[in-house]
């Protein structure tokens, strides 16, 4: 190792431990009503802050019965390991209430719900346990079953499901001995979300890009258009998101193609990493750096 390199690392190590030592970066939820993707300004948006023992994101919204119910990754800093909670937000996304709905002996997060025959499901990242797992709901929004495993075996990410043409597709960043769970979309297909046989499409990757291969939240319609919301992991973990247009998806092509991006601005605001929308409320994460002594 050359020694400017050497010193270069070390200084860099040296201020993150510093840094670390008087700011904390948190990740927190964000709501805004009537944002579009394409229209975004962090102007627009609400911060709902966690205390400092823990931090929220990946949020997943439901509106139901006036209430907006937002699933996030809740990270305990004293246990290192997230579960799934709930947030539940009025029409104008204040906070009224929060409570655990779902843990595990394993990491949590990405907790992705979708509805299926009349019932509500969800799908949580559940990689650290080597499976992609489906919890159905027994009484909304607190009590989940385990109700299948899709896959086994395998270390899957922010798998985001996609009811298309009468089939469904599941996108996942997949990672491979030695790789990153960064840079490479893996796309499956299946006639049933519940079932575990799953095709993988014959082009994976789909996307091998660190720009924009992970999931960053629900696949939607738009103006006639198949929106894909990834993470732009370029620059940081979860630094911004991108909204790609599919082009082709089939069991034998796929395509998509960047439409525009939402990058975190030049303030205390450093990353946000997922997108969803419910109502005319749209919810976000982002990371904020603040001071841990309070001045």
Same mark, same amino acid.
Request: hydrophobic share 35%; aromatic share 14%.
């Given at each position: 190792?050359?020694?400017?390199?050497?010193?270069?690392?070390?200084?860099?190590?040296?201020?993150?431990?510093?840094?670390?030592?008087?700011?904390?970066?948190?990740?927190?939820?964000?709501?805004?009503?009537?944002?579009?993707?394409?229209?975004?300004?962090?102007?627009?948006?609400?911060?709902?802050?966690?205390?400092?023992?823990?931090?929220?994101?990946?949020?997943?919204?439901?509106?139901?019965?006036?209430?907006?119910?937002?699933?996030?990754?809740?990270?305990?800093?004293?246990?290192?390991?997230?579960?799934?909670?709930?947030?539940?937000?009025?029409?104008?996304?204040?906070?009224?209430?929060?409570?655990?709905?779902?843990?595990?002996?394993?990491?949590?997060?990405?907790?992705?719900?979708?509805?299926?025959?009349?019932?509500?499901?969800?799908?949580?990242?559940?990689?650290?346990? &080597?499976?992609?797992?489906?919890?159905?709901?027994?009484?909304?929004?607190?009590?989940?079953?385990?109700?299948?495993?899709?896959?086994?075996?395998?270390?899957?990410?922010?798998?985001?499901?996609?009811?298309?043409?009468?089939?469904? /597709?599941?996108?996942?960043?997949?990672?491979?001995?030695?790789?990153?769970?960064?840079?490479?979309?893996?796309?499956?297909?299946?006639?049933?979300?519940?079932?575990?046989? /799953?095709?993988?499409?014959?082009?994976?990757?789909?996307?091998?890009?660190?720009?924009?291969?992970?999931?960053?939240?629900?696949?939607?319609?738009?103006?006639?258009?198949?929106?894909?919301?990834?993470?732009?992991?370029?620059?940081?973990?979860?630094?911004?998101? &991108?909204?790609?247009?599919?082009?082709?998806?089939?069991?034998?092509?796929?395509?998509?193609?960047?439409?525009?991006?939402?990058?975190?601005?030049?303030?205390?605001?450093?990353a946000t990493h997922t997108f969803n929308q419910a109502d005319d409320l749209t919810v976000i994460d982002a990371v904020i750096r603040?001071?841990?002594?309070?001045?």
């Open positions: 190792m050359k020694p400017r390199s050497f010193f270069a690392r070390l200084f860099h190590r040296l201020d993150k431990t510093i840094s670390s030592f008087f700011f904390l970066d948190q990740w927190v939820i964000l709501t805004a009503q009537s944002a579009e993707y394409d229209s975004l300004q962090w102007s627009m948006f609400h911060s709902i802050v966690p205390g400092k023992d823990r931090y929220w994101a990946d949020p997943f919204i439901v509106y139901k019965d006036n209430d907006h119910y937002t699933f996030i990754e809740e990270k305990i800093y004293a246990t290192g390991r997230g579960r799934i909670a709930c947030l539940t937000l009025d029409e104008e996304g204040n906070l009224k209430s929060h409570q655990v709905v779902l843990e595990r002996p394993y990491h949590l997060s990405y907790p992705f719900i979708f509805e299926h025959r009349g019932e509500t499901y969800m799908l949580p990242e559940t990689a650290q346990n &080597r499976t992609i797992e489906v919890y159905r709901c027994v009484r909304f929004p607190d009590q989940w079953e385990l109700a299948t495993t899709l896959m086994a075996d395998i270390y899957a990410v922010d798998a985001t499901l996609l009811e298309h043409e009468n089939k469904w /597709w599941l996108f996942a960043n997949v990672k491979e001995e030695g790789g990153s769970s960064l840079d490479a979309l893996y796309l499956f297909f299946s006639d049933d979300p519940l079932s575990n046989h /799953w095709t993988p499409h014959p082009n994976n990757p789909i996307v091998q890009d660190i720009h924009s291969a992970r999931p960053a939240g629900h696949i939607f319609m738009q103006n006639g258009k198949l929106l894909r919301p990834s993470q732009d992991n370029s620059r940081r973990y979860g630094y911004a998101i &991108r909204f790609n247009r599919i082009v082709k998806l089939s069991e034998t092509e796929y395509e998509e193609t960047t439409e525009s991006s939402f990058e975190p601005p030049h303030t205390k605001i450093l603040s001071c841990r002594f309070g001045i």
